[in-house]
């Protein structure tokens, strides 16, 4: 495998005049929240199918429920500018192709 130097440009913040401020390290959290939103709701539908089986107490189970849901929906909020300017592009992809 071989790299450029323009490979590394990504992992440099840099001033007006070009100059390297800082280096940008360790690992990148972009996109995390709806990853992680996306594995707790399959945990949840698995635990809920676990509860329902075996007839246990699900009252524990709708309280994270419930805390789960007002999470969501905080960083749903947050999301909703990148989803909806991406549904917009979407739309006119689809649109210009007709």
């Known amino acids: 495998m071989h ?3 323009r490979d590394l440009e990504q992992y440099l ?14 690992p990148s959290v972009t996109g995390l929240d709806s990853l992680l939103l996306t ?4 945990m949840l539908f698995v635990v ?3 509860v329902n089986l075996f007839s246990l107490s699900s ?3 709708e309280s994270l429920e ?4 007002e999470l969501a929906k ?7 500018l990148f989803s909806d300017s991406y549904n917009k592009s979407l739309q006119w992809m689809a649109y210009s192709h007709h």
């Open 3 to 5: 790299s450029g130097v």
């Open 13 to 26: 913040s840099l001033d007006e005049k070009g100059n390297i401020k800082e280096l940008i390290w360790g």
């Open 39 to 42: 594995a707790f709701e399959s």
């Open 48 to 50: 809920k199918s676990a």
């Open 59 to 61: 009252r524990e189970l």
């Open 66 to 69: 419930e805390r789960y849901q």
């Open 74 to 80: 905080n960083i749903s909020k947050k999301l909703k």
